[in-house]
Each structure stands twice: as C-alpha cells, then as structure tokens.
C-alpha cells in the first residue's frame, strides 16, 4: 500500500443491527476496491473480516475487524463491528477509532435497535453519521420503507445520496444525487445509465439539494431562486453538513451483489472527515486539563491502544490509533498508565486476519505494534516529555455469571490462563474467584459471549468447561437467646483432657462474632478465654443448618468448670465448639440471603413488564420515574440475588436489547420459609 498522509486518511466504523449485511457490505467494499481478489460470503464462510473460527462457525461477526481500502486517493480504515449486543465490545472499540460511523440497516427494516445505538455511540463521541440501507437486490425489500422510518426517527438531517430506481419490486439502477447521475450494476461492474425520469427520484432530488442548502446562506438564497448548484457547491456543502451533523447521508446498496458499493466509497472518500478535519482530540494533561491535540504528525506522540488481539502466531497484537505524532519502531513511548517506556515491536498493517509489515503509524492513521507486554486496550502512548492521557474504550460492563467447572481435573491452570488472555483481547469479560463459594466466575455481557469463551477456551487452549449457575453466597444467622452447655472430657492413657463452659448465644447486629465472659470466682481461668473464644469463631464460619458462614451473633461465656491437670487450650476449644454445636439449634437459626439494589433503564412500554418481571423475583420496587434519555424509564428495586440469574436474558428480550441494568449487592436478609428449606436442602444433598 502507498504511503498516505494525514488528511487523505479516514477511519470508519461499520456498527448496526446484528444480521443487516455489515460484514458482507464491507466485504464488498474491500473487492471492488480491489483490496480483495473475490466477493467474500459471510454463508460460505470465505469472507476477509469474519476470519475467527467462532465467526466462521456461527455466520456472525463476534469481534471487530478491520481493513484498509485505497479508493480516489484516500485510504479507507474500514472497521467492522458486531451487531449482536452480546458482543458490544467490538463496536466499542471501532467507535473510539473512527471519525465517521457508517449505520448499516437493511432495506425492508423499520428503526432497528441496533440502529438506535449505533447512532447513539456516534453522538456520544460526536462523530460523524452515514447511512447505509443494504439489501436493495432482494424483491419485497423496501429502500423507501426503510427511509422513511429513519426520517421519522431522525428528521430531516436524513438526506438521501444514493437511491435506488424501482420498477416495480425491482432495483433498476442506482442515482447518485451528488453527482447527478444512474448506474446499472452486474457482478459489481458499473454501466452508466440516464437517470430515469420518475416522481420519487425528482422528490429525493429536492430533498437532498435542499439539505445541502441549509449549510450555506449562499446556497440557501440559490436554492429559493430555483438555480442549480455547481458540482464543487454540492461537495462543500455536503462536507460541512455532514462534518457539523446536520446532514446524515444515507447510501442505497447491495452488498451481497456488490451493487452501487462504488458509489458509496466515493462517498466516504469524498465526505467523510478524517482525524485531521477536526481542530484536534481533547486529552488530558497531567494536571488533569484538557489539552487539544491536533492531528499533526510532526507533533508529540499521543496514540490510544483500542484494540488488542492475542494471535497464535504474531503474539501480541495492540490496535492504535494515533492522534498525534507518529508510532515507529525506534519511538520511545511512554505508557501513561504503567509509567513504562515501552519497547516497540514490529509495527503491522491488518486485513482482517492478514499482517502487511509497515513502517509506522502516522497521527490521523491506525496500525497495529506487535510484542507490547505492557500495553492493554485503552492505554495511551505518549512522549514522556509531553505526558497526556487520551479517553480509553468505552468498554460496555459485564453483566451475566457463571460458575465455571473444568472436566479435567488439573487443567484449572490452563483454564485460567487462557481466560487472562481471552480477557486481553475482550475486557467485557471478567474472571475471579468467589472466595466464600470458591467459586470460579466468569463474567459476561450474555449466553452468547460465555458461550464463544466456551468455544474459544476448547479451540484455542484445549481445555472444556462446564457453566453453571452460581452458588448464592447466603448467610445463616440466629433469631432467639439459648444457652448450652459443651462439656469435653476424656481419660487416655497418661493426660487427661477437660474442658467446661456454659456459653449463652443470642443475637446482635454485628456480623462479626462478638465475645464476652462474665465468669466469677474464676469458674474458668482467664487464661483460657482466648481459647475459647477462637473456638468460636472457628465455628461460626460453618453454619448449623447448611453450612453458610454464621453472622450477627453474641456469644457469652458465663460459666464453666476446670481441672487442674487435664485442662488446656485444646481441650477448651473443644469445649467451645459443643456449646456452639449444642446451643445454635436451640437459639432459633435461619438463613439470611444476599440482596442487591437493581437500577434498570428501559422504554416507556416495557415498564410494566419489567415491574411484573421484578415481582414475580421476589423484588421490591423503591422507585421509578423518567430517565435522563426521551421515553426512557428508570427504575430502582431491591432483588435477592439468588433470583437475578437471568435478567439480563429477560430484560434483553422484553426491551429487544434497549434495556439495561447496573446491580450491586446491599444487604442480607432474612430468607423466605420456603427458600430457607430449599438451601437446607441443596446442602444436605451436596454433603452426600
Ligand atoms: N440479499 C442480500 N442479502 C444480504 C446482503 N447483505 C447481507 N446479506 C445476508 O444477510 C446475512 C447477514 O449478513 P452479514 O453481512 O453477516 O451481517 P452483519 O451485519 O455483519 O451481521 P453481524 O456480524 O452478526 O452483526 C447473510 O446471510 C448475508 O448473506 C445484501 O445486500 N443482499
Ligand atoms: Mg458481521
């Protein structure tokens, strides 16, 4: 590839509805720029950007991909996300290095909510917005439809570029309305046509001049007095519309037929702005200021690792985006979160999953460094003597848990091991051990994404897994005072063991245990309190009941008896442990489970589901009201944690993904009867 400085540079990220034709559109776009020999399927599973074995298996995108395409002169960074939400992650990732988000839908669809979020992800970090409405090849499939909706949603900023010409249900041609001409497609190739003379075509014709009117007072006047634009007016315009997010072009295309795919490169190209458009990305200084940095690649470095891959053979690959100065393989970068000069690797170009040796990475451009130990996903690179930090990856948080089981005994290592790396290249999934349940966790954003790890953890690291749902962490505590005595006294051979206390346990709001004496004429010698009391508290991490660490008891140790040989601290710790198995059955105990505080967001319709959803999981609603986005709720609730196990399934499939939830634990509390006896149960069988 030819060198391209940084204002013939754009960074696109492809993000949408799972299913709408994203990679095959991609795919497209790399073959008729020539940047791939054939037309990859996503069905035949030959496609350049869904290289993984997991995407190949499942016919769907499970992380982001890119590709450079060269097209008029620029070069094209084509990042293709995934669209279903389970793997967020990767359209995280191609939002924090783009400028420009290329929404894909398909023709026939009404506002998907893959949509919705795209777009929202492109207004969050203010980047530029285009359309792309794909699967105009199929019959019964309607651009317009699909157009109107859009329009409905987002107004009249939607201003069509490339439009199909229908005769009847079929595509005829193609019309450009920036360049004001039509094309037939075969096989990709372009056949220049007349631009039909048709209602609709005049329609969208108005509609689109009209958009690039509003940019320019000039154009504006031009465009009341019914005079024509020139060619370069058109593009300018364009460009600014597009630029401020006034204008949202939206590009009719086929993918699967590689139909008018040409035209939308030229649009890209052509409108959409590269770093080096923008006065420069905001940072923050190490006062903690925000600094601008402009894309300039005689500047100092600043680049942002927002990607990274742990390939079989390359090792290590970090993803950056360079926003100011240039990555090359003698730079000494500075790593702003370790505080490490980082030794630079190779330094690569991706197509999918092909590496292309190159000589750096210039600001405005993204690359990869292989062999960066020390780097992870959202680090900034910088020049220790201009020390900036840029916005890392806007990681989306885990939010379904596992308990993960190894078949083999031994391989828990090498499960681990690969999960540390599989968390390397997907911070959306976290691993820790529950230390009270001992417990292995895996944490992430849906079935789906454990599932790809399952898969990942057998294909990539040989060793299989078992999930299943996790232990509750409960707890089993007293409810009434009951004293009992625990007497331990045994005659072998030579010494004696005796020991005697009478121990009174009641209940207290501490979770901790709490010891106290009260023994006169020293019944007991002082000096086996201690014993005692550690006793005790051995005891208390075993519950009577089902074997669940006890809290919020007092335990006090008000009378007993001794001998002068026989008794030691063994033998009174013994002692101790009887009364406590003795007195806790007396002392009326239960188990208490953990609660959690839910915060759920979803759309106004789907309140009342949720709410039932909440009741029927034992939940208590606290409060509700509008959220801070329109026709957004908010609701708070307390929910045992035993009964979330599938909300975030539940929540997903009422909202059709627009809903979402943070739930943190808050307290214990007394178990309900019923899941009392169940957990008594559940123990008693696994202690067989
Ligand atoms: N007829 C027709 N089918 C298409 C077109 N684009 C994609 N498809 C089909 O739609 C299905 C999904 O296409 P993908 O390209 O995998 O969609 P995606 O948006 O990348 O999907 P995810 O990666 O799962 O989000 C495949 O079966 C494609 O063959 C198109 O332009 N026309
Ligand atoms: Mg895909």
Redesign the pocket.
Known sequence: MKAYTSNNIRNIAVL??????????CEAMLYISGASERLG???DGNTVL?FDAEEKRR???VSSAMAAIEWDNTKLNII?A???FDFENGSAEAVRAAEAVLI?T?AGSGVDVGTEKAFKAAEKRGLAKFFAI?????DHRSFYKTFEALKETYGNKLCPTIIPYMEGNITKCYVNLMTGMAFEYEDGKATKVPVPSDPVIEEMTAAFMEAVATTDDELMEKFFEGEAFTQEEILKGLCTGIFDGSIYPVYA?????AAAVDQLLYGLAWSAPGAYGYAGETAKDEKGEEVILPCDVNGPLAAVCFKTVADPFVGKMSFFKVVSGKLTPDTQAYNVRTGEIEKMGKIVTVKGGKQEDAKEIIAGDIGVVTKLAGVKTGDTLCDSKNIVTLDGVDCPKACLSMAVKVRKKGEEEKVAQGLFRLMEEDPSITFAVNKETKEQILSGMGEQHLDVVVSKLKNKFGVEVDLSVPKVAYRETIRKKAEAQGKHKKQSGGHGQFGDVWIRFEPTDSEELVFEEEVFGGAVPKNFFPAVEKGLRDCVLKGVLAGYPMVGVKATLYDGSYHPVDSSEMAFKTAASLAYKAGIPKADPTILEPVGTLVARMPDDNLGDIMGDITKRRGRVLGMGPADEPKMQELTAEVPMAEMGDFTTVLRSVTAGRGSFSFEFTRYEQAPQNIVEKVIADAAVEEE
């Not at 295309?253 to 037929?257: A, F, M």
């Open positions: 949408g509805h799972g299913g709408k034709g994203k990679t095959t559109l399927k996503v069905a869904d016919k769907s995108s293709d995934p669209g279903l894909v398909s794909t699967k105009t090849d199929s295309v086929s993918g699967l037929t």
